[in-house]
């Protein structure tokens, strides 16, 4: 059985990535409060997994995440895009008008902003995450109020489903990343056909030495399907790079890599792995 560390509970996002991610597999969840505790959780103990959001198409990357990554030691081993809906949850009977109060994390509440301006005079209120507003209502069986979340949490906490698909924009998705530890990854991921890496790396404060890197990689065929830069702390206007890559040659990728580490400083492979497909 896979011991796999997630944020959150039962029922919760992250939940559910996990156990599509490994489907067909028998898993164990560990609850984390934290992304911190995730990799506390990796790194106490090496057989230990993790699945980690990492960005979501409409509030975008978790900044914290990909430096926790780093930071920690672990080594990313696969992807997985969850299509996010999010419905509204109630104690069994509610009707739309008994609702009073409507608890959930701040950017669910946000994505479902349209929908919640239909319900007239009904405060809202941020909780730390949507399944737990969910297991908040049902363990204090709190009449008026609502979550929203996932229709799973939905279901494991006994509320009822008031209306479902309530997220304003339909192509929400969520890209999660499974990390271990780097031993623990190397047995995971042996066989695996890899066609996309993370990197990290800083660069000289020079001209055009962002520049020189993204045409040394467009040479080698590389597609960049993500770069996103971090303030490093304590070296004022020094940046880190955080870069995806997607290749059909693992060759020249490794070309690729050879050919800018001379003009990087720092350069990390996160992980070498196959492309995530995208849930329905």
Known sequence: MK??????INGSYHDTAARNYFEGEEIEIVGCNTFRDVIKAIRDDALTLGLMAIENTIAGSLLQNHEL?????CYIIGEY??????????LPGTRLDDI???NSHPIALMQCEE?????RGVKRVEMEDTAM???WIAENALKGHAAVCGRAAAEIFGLEVIADGIETNKR????????????????????????KASLVFSLPHTTGSLSK??????FYDMNLSKIQSLPIIGREWEYLFYVDLTFTDYVRYKQALDAIMPLTKDLKILGEYAEGKQSC
């Open 213 to 218: 890197i993204l045409t040394i990689l467009s």
């Open 115 to 119: 929908y919640l301006d239909t319900l």
């Open 172 to 195: 929400n998705f969520t890209r999660f990343l499974a990390i271990a530890d780097q031993w623990t990854a190397e047995d995971m991921l042996r066989g695996v056909v890899r066609n």
């Open 100 to 102: 009073r109060e409507v």
């Open 133 to 135: 507003s969910a297991k």
């Open 81 to 90: 895009k969850l299509r996010i809906s999010h419905s509204l949850a109630a």
């Open 3 to 8: 011991r796999v560390a997630i944020q959150g």
């Open 69 to 73: 990554i780093r930071q920690g030691g």
